[in-house]
């Protein structure tokens, strides 16, 4: 381990940390471009074969961007993307970012450093950074904006050149360091540990747009809301700020372990989506006809249980899910949407919609702003970490090939320079008084962690 990496560690002052040198290397999760095309015509593009970890080189900051000495990250369904090279080698996003020139070249390598969420130590500031300092403790939006743009000061997320941090862009939270925009900086909450923290950004972020923020469905009290994947890291997000809201969150899972999650998080509703004909996950594989009887009987249970259909539906699932939800939500109801896990070319009978006068809102991301309100819904005990189990960063493809296969609940964290679990809280009160109980919702039983796995 570098000296740097140790002084932090060590909980060194922040004039320590600016005297120890920069390391000209760091160990991160990176793709190699040689590897584009490895899988063919696979059925299985098994991640573990194209997620390496090893030394990559250290870039050069820009004056706007800081380096974070990265505690934990966490993994997300772009990092499997990527390794899959799916749906296209996040290398050609690398190479267009990179033709523009200046700083952006940096980015254009023949690897990638992956992970778009990120908590840890700044160590270096560029020397335009003004309202963050050299040991400061953060987390890591993964919103990656160009903040000369017009649109950006509008909303960061309508700018064409807005990217996603570590999919997008290169330099991502994976890894030892990390290369961050200041534009992408938010206070760590005291009160909780590094990885509890990294499990937030992304997932919370999204979801608080989704749902609460002027861009997305602007839920009010009274509001039923339901959500497909309820129990994964963007999904148990969203139960919370629904509950947080006034609303009423029907949570659609796939097996009994996950309704447990949901029953731990308060969800007013939970459906196995075996009771509708879903339960082998495939859904309505497109087939609108299918999409409007699974509909039906999700209809009947809803109105069974709270007496009326959904004002919102949140759905990332996609080609197994969407009709259903565009049939399913009420008259002039919205459909809320940020991903499609199960395909995106989307197949529904648009007479539900224009007929019944709903809505479709795409979303992506948070911008800033966004951010740090949902944020401050962490710091003041009101959003829980989703985090379900944590991994050392050395086997972070065993991780990821988890989420890949969809086998975990909420959010799997990945321990970077942080040694063990547990570390950086310097808010003890505070999570005292909440309680470890409501911290660790989703937290995995310690006799159901793999044995590659970190306990809690």
């Not at 995106?344 to 224009?354: A, I």
């Amino acid at each position: 381990m570098d000296s740097l990496a140790k002084a932090v560690l060590a909980g060194a002052s922040a004039d320590r940390l600016e005297r120890e040198p920069v390391p000209e290397q760091y160990v991160a999760t990176h793709l190699r471009v040689e590897d584009v095309g490895l899988f063919g015509d696979a059925a299985d593009k098994d991640v573990r074969r194209t997620l390496h970890l090893g030394p990559v080189p250290m870039p050069e900051l820009a004056p706007d961007e800081v380096l974070v000495a990265v505690m934990a990250s966490s993994v997300n369904y772009n990092t499997v993307w990527s390794a899959m090279f799916e749906p296209l080698p996040t290398f050609d996003f690398l190479r267009r970012y990179g033709r523009q020139g200046g700083w952006a070249s940096r980015h254009d390598q023949p690897y990638h450093v992956l992970g778009s969420d990120a908590s840890g130590v700044i160590v270096r500031t560029g020397n335009g950074v003004r309202r963050w300092r050299t040991g400061d403790h953060v987390v890591v939006s993964c919103t990656h904006v160009d903040d000369q743009e017009p649109a950006t000061h509008s909303d960061g997320m309508l700018g064409a050149e807005q990217r996603i941090w570590g999919f997008e862009t290169n330099f991502g939270g994976l890894a030892h360091y990390a290369v961050v925009r200041a534009s992408q900086l938010v206070p760590k909450a005291a009160h909780l540990t590094w990885e509890e923290a990294a499990s937030i950004p992304l997932c919370a972020g999204t979801s608080y747009r989704m749902l609460v923020g002027e861009h997305g469905a602007r839920m009010k009290q009274g509001d039923i809301v339901l959500i497909w994947g309820a129990a994964g890291g963007l999904g148990a997000s969203a139960v919370q700020l629904v509950k947080n809201g006034g609303g009423i969150p029907i949570g659609v899972v796939s097996s009994e372990a996950k309704a447990a999650v949901l029953r731990r998080l308060g969800c007013d509703v939970i459906i196995n989506r075996a009771e509708i004909g879903m339960g082998d996950g495939n859904g309505s594989d497109g087939d609108p006809g299918q999409a409007i009887e699974a509909g039906r009987r999700l209809r009947r249970i809803i109105r069974r249980e709270v007496g009326e259909d959904p004002h919102v539906v949140v759905d990332f699932i996609g080609r197994a899910t969407f009709a259903t939800s565009t049939f399913l939500v009420r008259r002039g109801g919205t459909v809320v949407t940020c991903g499609s896990s199960t395909g995106y070319q989307h197949h529904y009978d648009n007479r539900y919609l224009w007929m019944s006068l709903k809505r479709i809102i795409g979303s992506h991301s948070a911008n800033l702003q966004e951010q740090w309100e949902c944020n401050r819904l962490v710091q003041a005990g009101r959003l829980m970490p989703a985090l379900s189990e944590v991994y050392p960063l050395d086997q972070i493809a065993e991780a990821s090939r988890k989420v890949q296969q969809n086998r975990h609940i909420g959010k799997i964290g990945v321990l970077c320079l942080a040694p063990e679990p547990g570390l950086g809280v310097t808010d003890p009160q505070t999570r005292a008084r909440i309680g470890e109980g409501r911290l660790s919702p989703l937290r995995v039983p310690a006799e159901d962690v793999p044995a590659h796995a970190l306990s809690h």
